[in-house]
């Protein structure tokens, strides 16, 4: 396969894997209220053992929510959480992951 063809693919690849999701800080933080009693209004936390959300990467929290709803997170205060993501669907988990990725960034001015 030579230098255009691969990069032809990859570049379709990219477009496709793009194209079905359309990011919205709005719907994302709407989705995100109930996080909010333990992340914080503004994605940093004011309670000890919750984490910050604000900035985190967005593949990092889709990935959490999929482990706390397949209950591979078990520790600490892991069933609150897991309660938590047994309601979301998986377009959830993309509009608040995308939310708290942007939160606090200069994308969330966009």
């Known amino acids: 396969m ?15 894997a793009a194209a079905d999701y359309d990011p919205s800080f709005k719907i994302g933080k709407e989705k995100a209220k109930v996080c909010m009693t333990c992340h914080g ?4 936390s004011t309670i000890d053992p919750y984490p910050n959300l604000r900035g985190q990467k967005m593949g990092y929290l ?4 999929k ?7 078990t520790s600490g205060l892991a069933i609150l959480m897991q309660q938590q993501a047994d309601t979301l ?3 959830d988990m993309k509009d608040i992951s995308y939310y708290y990725s942007v939160l606090g960034t200069k994308k969330e001015e966009e």
Do not use: K, P, V
Request: hydrophobic share 40%; no cysteine; glycine share 4%.
């Open 2 to 16: 030579n230098r255009i063809s691969l990069l032809l693919i990859l570049l379709f690849w990219t477009t496709a």
């Open 41 to 44: 209004e503004d994605g940093i």
């Open 62 to 65: 889709i990935s959490s929510l």
């Open 67 to 73: 482990d706390y709803q397949s209950r591979q997170r």
């Open 89 to 91: 669907s998986e377009q």
